[in-house]
């Protein structure tokens, strides 16, 4: 149970997790696969509520109104 709750924890990935553990587990698998299904599900949904809030986002520095037009506004026409 150990093993598949740990790999769902670390890889994400539950359903890979079980078959991990099975394969591992070799004559007990049947018998245990259950009981791994119920660890690995705890685990992975577990893992997926805590998880950490993502960092916010620097913020840009806001550029003056004068400076802004004046870089977004194309040349014009010259005149010759």
Do not use: H, N
């Not at 078959?19 to 705890?42: E, G, K, N, R, S």
């Not at 916010?56 to 014009?76: F, H, I, L």
């Amino acid at each position: 149970m150990g093993i598949g709750a740990m790999c769902a924890v670390m890889l994400g990935l539950p359903l890979t997790s079980v078959l991990l553990a099975a394969v591992f587990l070799q004559a007990d698998a049947l018998t245990l696969t259950p009981l791994v299904i119920v660890a690995v599900t705890v685990a992975y949904v577990t893992s997926a509520r805590l998880k950490p809030a993502a960092a916010p986002q620097p913020t840009q520095p806001k550029v003056p109104e004068p400076a802004r037009r004046a870089v977004a506004s194309p040349p014009g026409p010259r005149s010759a």
